[in-house]
């Protein structure tokens, strides 16, 4: 098994097994609410391997939330190549379509809504800041657009999780239609 091109040990093979877990757990589940024996059970390990991998329960959420992050800048930079100008404009409309198509996915994006919630723990809140600035940074200097560009991508993209978590963009009622107007979404019409 190989991981960016080195090979992987059982344990850091174990520890990616063990982060996709917790992602799919802490997503359903939260922070608060999941156990350490459910992302195990899903990993089909022992909690105490759990606890070998990651010394507890707020770093094995950090290492999904880090792993989230990173998976949000990976689509942002394919959603950047498909387009063949430097049209900062252009560019992150279609970082914005790639982001749309990563969260259809709906583990990723309830593991950032549920972060969001935890904030009150520091390293959690941490990692959330880490990942903003990550996403923030490269969206900025891929695109090449203004810090309100991309202040209005983020935004955007934090309107899109309201939209996504609540099914908005198909409930009835006036109010929905004007916050869910012109979003799109991958699946939805």
Request: proline share 3%.
């Amino acid at each position: 098994m190989t991981k960016r091109g080195a090979t992987l040990s059982t344990s850091d093979a174990r520890r990616d097994a063990v982060v996709d877990a917790a992602i799919a757990e802490f997503a359903r589940g939260g922070y608060h609410s999941t156990p350490i024996s459910a992302v195990a059970a899903r990993a089909d390990i022992s909690p105490a391997y759990v606890f070998k991998l990651f010394p507890g329960k707020v770093s094995l959420f950090v290492a999904a939330l880090d792993r989230c992050y990173e998976l949000v800048v990976h689509a942002l930079s394919n959603g950047a190549a498909r387009v063949e100008d430097a049209d900062p404009g252009k560019i992150l409309y279609e970082m914005g379509d790639a982001y749309a198509e990563l969260i259809s996915d709906r583990n990723l994006l309830m593991l950032q809504v549920h972060a969001q919630s935890a904030a009150d723990t520091p390293e959690i809140a941490d990692a959330v800041r880490r990942g903003l600035a990550k996403v923030t940074e490269f969206a900025r200097s891929r695109s090449g657009a203004a810090d309100d560009e991309v202040q209005r991508f983020v935004a955007y993209g934090q309107l899109c999780h309201l939209i996504a978590t609540l099914d908005l963009d198909e409930h009835t009622g006036e109010w929905a239609a004007v916050l869910s107007a012109g979003i799109r979404h991958p699946g939805k019409n």
